[in-house]
């Protein structure tokens, strides 16, 4: 019974855990303060938007920030990959969202 | 062109797989005549007036020419000309061998092969359609529908129209025909859908491309970076973790903070990232720029490093009683270059560490003053320095406290400076306790009973005042008066005034620390206790002019040395008011100084620029190195300090510089017995050495006192300008 007390305790704490850890979480950005804030809440909103559809988020993603900061942006939603890009500087953004998603923007025409 | 001989040909035209092979025989009559080429009339007008009569004179007016004829033409006659070949166009391959004759394994012998091969493809090429009936089609219906169906579409189409412009007239029609079978094409077409394996991008992803600028108008392109990682569901669990441990860990420092969000969350990390991009300061690169420039320094005095570790001079050998004295750094720094080096002090903790004082001389002309620690790590460049507004006479470090120094300056302020805390003075003298003469020299005292820092000055003022450093405030008390006797002048109003001496050196006995000697301008050498404050423990009438520098010796209690700037260096025992030695060295003596390691070594700068150093166990009368260091001329050397541990010997001029010199074996030689066994270096030994030299002086002490009663009036005029 203790044991299973116990477990039970630990799965509250894995929940409360899971449940903290879908914030957006900035890995690596060396965009200014004001573009970096704009964008992660675009990730955040594309991904909620399209929790089921990394594609469409992505380019939902990369569309607003054509539109927004100049083209051209890509865009990478995926729970994982690994990546090696050349970016300007100050436009790239490399954040985890939901727990599982990791998305990286930059730009680079 | 043609050969005469009756030749059959082949032509063979491959039409497709699908058709079979279709030979076409034809019979083509041939005239000879029409044999001949065209452009062989002009040249042959005889057989044209041969075949055509009545062309006989139509080139009469043309040059007659000469019939060109080949050697092995044919001689034929009208009937022989006329004559009809029929030539027969056949399959056979005129290249093809006729008569092959392989084995025959049936018969068993050697038979000609009947059947050959007579077929030559002279030109094949293969379609891109296949007829819908044929195998191949079918095969590939069957297989896979799409290709095939477009293809058979496509002749489906080509037959369709056919037969409609055969039914209809007007061409308008066509197309509306052709929408409406596109229309109605079967629906099964769209069922399967075959990707590209290697190259496929899905419809949903493909984003807008945007246009291409021109080259013209495009202009430098913005940097750009690298940038790489990986994205794991570890990598984003132990992320989330830390992060998560991070915001744990700041929510117990600030409760304030403890309601924040998911959301607050990533603030705190940004004021995080913010703060860590503008602490850019630079006092985050002095310490690596310290090293940096060690690293250089290092490079460049190389040679001078290794001279100071590892060279001895071989020569010493052979010289039995001299020495000599190895040049290394010179330390001087562009704010020191226009003042005089008043005093030197090594530090009593690091060996490579000694502080030097800037004043100047100059009654005159007084410039600001400068302390600099310097380190023999970094001859190019102070590791401290202070700047003041007076020149700096005197310096002194604290035996116990590295740290703190104090000086004393020419306006008779004295103030303590502390390396470790800012370039300001930590306590200063105020105008109503300073002295009103320049500070000739300052001492550190082991601190007071309440474990105060106490130091101790002599100005020229006569005053000899014992400073205490108690918490904020530098509180003074005097000790002495330094009384001039019997030159009490008479007052206008006939009261007589007591004239002050003034002091100019001060030294601490090493081991009753209440007794101590000061030596005045009027060359006086003046035995004081601090319990005593009315009266000498004893006075020597030492020197014709002021005196420099007193210094007890390290070893012997009762045995000191002094110089002055009346040439002479003279040593003293405390018991005998004629000194036991005097040496004669030419030149106003700046300063002189016991060998840390010997009882018997001394060494002396003179103003004329050179160093002597003596050993009395070695030599009585004259010094075992007299080396000129100083090459330019009106440079005087000013102090001399010798290093504790090392064989280093630092001499500082009138210019702000510093010289150090490493001391030969000779100078540094430890003492022997009969036999030239080395002793061990014990202070009992040195004492004994030392007492056993004066035993000699005391019993005759004529003996080494030289005369120089007449030189040194003579010339204290000059020496006193000159210093």
């Known amino acids: 019974m203790a044991e299973g007390a116990e477990v039970k305790k630990e799965e509250a704490q894995a929940d409360s855990g899971r449940r903290i850890h879908t914030y957006p979480l900035i890995r690596h950005s060396d965009m200014n303060e004001e573009m970096r804030t704009e964008s992660m809440e675009l990730c955040v909103t594309a991904c909620e938007k399209f929790a089921n559809n990394n594609e469409n988020a992505a380019k939902m993603i990369k569309e607003a920030m054509d539109k927004r900061f100049g083209a051209s942006w890509h865009v990478i939603v995926g729970e994982g990959y690994g990546f090696e890009v050349t970016h300007e500087v100050k436009n790239l953004l490399y954040m985890f969202f939901g727990g599982n998603m990791g998305i990286c923007v930059w730009k680079c025409a | ?723």
């Open chain 2, 1 to 723: 062109m043609m050969k005469k001989s009756k030749e059959t040909q082949k032509l063979k035209v491959k039409l497709g797989q699908g058709q079979g092979d279709q030979l076409s025989y034809m019979k083509v009559p041939i005239k000879k005549a029409s044999r001949k080429p065209s452009i062989f009339l002009k040249a042959q007008p005889e057989n044209i007036a041969e075949e055509y009569p009545g062309l006989e004179n139509c080139d009469e007016w043309t040059d007659p020419r000469e019939r060109l004829k080949p050697a092995d033409q044919l001689q034929l006659n009208e009937n022989e000309l006329n004559e009809e070949f029929t030539r027969i166009l056949t399959a056979n391959n005129p290249n093809a061998p006729e008569n092959v004759i392989r084995y025959s394994f049936n018969e068993r012998c050697f038979k000609q092969v009947t059947y050959i091969e007579q077929m030559a493809v002279h030109f094949a090429a293969d379609g891109c359609m296949l007829h819908k009936n044929s195998d191949e089609a079918r095969r590939q219906q069957a297989r896979g529908e799409t290709g095939v169906a477009i293809i058979t579409d496509a002749q489906a189409e080509g037959e369709d129209n056919e037969e409609n412009a055969e039914e209809q007239t007007g061409k308008e029609e066509v197309p509306e025909q052709e929408a409406e079978r596109s229309s109605t094409l079967p629906p099964n077409r769209d069922a399967k859908k075959l990707t590209n394996q290697f190259n496929f991008s899905e419809r949903a992803s493909q984003t807008y491309n945007n246009p291409y600028r021109e080259h013209e108008t495009q202009t430098q392109p913005p940097p750009r970076t690298t940038f790489g990682s990986g994205v794991t569901q570890w990598e984003i669990f132990d992320a989330y973790a830390e992060d998560f441990a991070y915001q744990q860990l700041e929510k117990n420092k600030d409760k304030a903070k403890s309601i924040v969000g998911q959301k607050d969350g990533t603030t705190v990390r940004k004021k995080v990232l913010t703060s860590e991009l503008q602490t850019n300061d630079m006092s985050l690169v002095a310490r690596a720029a310290k090293i940096v420039e060690r690293m250089v320094n290092q490079n460049s005095y190389d040679e001078i490093a290794q001279d100071f570790r590892y060279w001895e001079d071989m020569s010493d050998e052979f010289r039995e009683n001299e020495g000599t004295l190895l040049p290394l750094w010179r330390f001087i720094t562009d704010c020191t270059k226009r003042l005089a080096v008043t005093s030197v002090c090594w530090n009593p903790f690091y060996d490579d560490l000694f502080t030097a004082s800037y004043g100047s001389y100059d009654f005159m002309m007084q410039p600001k003053g400068c302390i600099c620690c310097f380190s023999l790590k970094n001859p190019s460049f102070p590791e401290f320095s202070f700047k003041t507004n007076y020149g700096v006479m005197s310096i002194d470090v604290h035996p116990s406290y590295p740290h703190l120094i104090v000086a004393g300056c020419y306006d008779g302020s004295v103030a303590v400076y502390n390396s470790k805390v800012s370039s300001e003075a930590i306590h200063c003298s105020n105008a109503e306790t300073k002295h009103s003469d320049p500070v000739w020299q300052v001492k550190w005292r082991s601190d007071d009973l309440d474990g105060n820092l106490t130091y101790v000055s002599v100005s020229s003022d006569g005053r000899v005042c014992v400073w205490t450093v108690a918490k904020s405030e530098l509180s003074c008390a005097e000790v002495m008066q330094l009384m001039v006797y019997g030159v009490a002048g008479d007052g206008p109003d006939g009261t007589r005034l007591q004239t002050l001496g003034s002091g100019t050196a001060i030294d601490f006995h090493p081991e009753h620390e209440q007794t101590f000697l000061v030596g005045t301008e009027e060359g006086r050498i003046l035995l004081c206790s601090l319990t005593h404050h009315s009266h000498y423990l004893g006075a020597f009438t030492a020197h014709q002019m002021s005196v420099y520098r007193v210094q007890w010796n390290p070893f012997h209690p009762d045995v000191f040395i002094s110089c002055s700037a009346d040439w002479s260096v003279k040593i003293w025992e405390r018991a005998h008011t004629e000194p036991l030695f005097t040496f004669d060295l030419k030149s106003a003596v700046g300063d002189v100084a016991w060998a840390p390691y010997s009882a018997t070594v001394f060494a002396a700068v003179t103003a004329d620029g050179r160093v002597h150093v003596y050993d009395l166990s070695v030599n009585k009368y004259d010094a075992v190195c007299c080396q000129t260091i100083v090459h330019r001329r009106k440079t005087k050397l000013t102090r001399l300090a010798f290093n504790r541990r090392t064989s280093v010997v630092v001499v500082s001029d009138d210019r702000g510089a510093v010289a150090s010199f490493k001391l030969s074996p000779n100078l540094r030689r430890a003492p022997r017995d009969k036999k030239g066994q080395e002793l061990t270096r014990s202070a009992e030994a040195e004492v004994e050495k030392l007492e056993r030299i004066l035993q000699v002086v005391r019993e005759n002490p004529k003996t080494s006192s030289l005369s120089l009663a007449t030189s040194a009036v003579q010339w204290s005029n000059r020496a006193r300008k000159k210093f």
